[in-house]
């Protein structure tokens, strides 16, 4: 039976892994499709994935009261979404909702936190990869808010 590790080792956000590594994470993988329109989560929902999106288009959003909700991020091929399984209280942050037919690996959450508590050098790796999402994501949603206001003020 064929594994998606080596889709999983082509994966720029997983590349240079070690093996070991790769290999447990592997284990925690599945293939997840959603169709447009579909909710992937919903902000303050528990977070227990995240995915490596294959193909389609995901509209990440925030609910804002007066608003509604406010797209602050289109993430397609390539993008990974969700960070929110990583760390407590494990809830996610924005809202996801398929733009189109959207196909994606799914990494179970609770299944690589668990791998992470055995293995520390797992988790310390894919924290400090993870960390950089955090950051660009907080970035465009400061970014998005500081056009909204700008031009709505």
């Not at 999983?8 to 447990?24: A, R």
């Not at 919903?42 to 288009?57: T, V, W």
């Not at 996801?96 to 293995?119: M, P, Q």
């Amino acid at each position: 039976m064929e594994t998606l590790e080596p889709l999983l080792s082509e994966h720029p956000f997983l590349k240079g892994l070690d093996p070991k590594h790769l290999q447990l994470i592997t284990g925690c993988a599945s293939n997840v499709r959603f169709d447009a329109g579909q909710i992937i989560f919903r902000e303050g929902e528990e977070a227990d994935q995240f995915y490596i999106i294959r193909n389609g288009k995901v509209a990440l959003q925030i609910y804002t009261p007066g608003r509604g909700s406010i797209i602050i991020d289109t993430l397609t091929e390539g993008d990974i979404l969700g960070w929110s399984w990583l760390i407590p209280p494990y809830q996610w942050r924005f809202d996801a909702v398929a733009g189109e037919l959207t196909r994606a690996i799914a990494l179970d959450g609770k299944c690589l936190r668990n791998k992470c508590e055995s293995d520390h050098d797992l988790g310390y790796e894919l924290l400090k990869r993870f960390a950089s999402i955090v950051d660009s994501r907080l970035e465009s949603t400061r970014l998005r808010l500081l056009d909204m206001y700008d031009s709505n003020p």
